[in-house]
């Protein structure tokens, strides 16, 4: 089982992105899907989070800017970001707790992470 995120890239002020990951492999079922994100000096820090049922979650700093959503059927997570400020710029890695096919429990995985840059 692996996480596959893209979407990354650089972008001005005020600017928008969408940011994909995809999860493959033997996977019996998806619980909680998250995005985190880590600044250069930074701990890494939880942005949003969706739940299987679709409730989600976000850092105060990316409320009403920011969406995640998932795409149950093709494994897939979102997230969207608008109104992009430069202090968003970071490593974004999402995040997802699997049930892989046959395992007797649920096991985190990370994606390798992608870079936003938001800088004019």
């Known amino acids: 089982v692996q996480l596959q995120a893209c979407g990354g890239g650089l972008v001005q002020p005020g600017g928008s992105l969408r940011l994909s990951c995809a999860a493959s492999?033997?996977?019996?079922?998806?619980?909680?899907m998250a995005w985190y994100r880590q600044a250069p000096g930074k701990q890494r820090d939880l942005v949003a989070i969706?739940?299987?049922?679709?409730?989600?979650n976000y850092a105060n700093s990316v409320k009403g800017r920011f969406a995640i959503s998932r795409d149950n059927a093709k494994n897939t997570l979102f997230l969207q970001m608008n109104s992009l400020k430069p202090e968003d710029t970071a490593v974004y890695y999402c995040?997802?707790?699997?049930?892989?096919?046959?395992?007797?429990?649920?096991?985190?995985?990370w994606g390798q992470g992608t870079l936003v840059t938001v800088s004019s």
């Open positions: 995040y997802a707790v699997i049930i892989p096919q046959g395992a007797q429990r649920t096991l985190p995985y």
């Open positions: 492999g033997s996977i019996f079922g998806i619980n909680n």
């Open positions: 969706i739940a299987s049922g679709g409730s989600t």
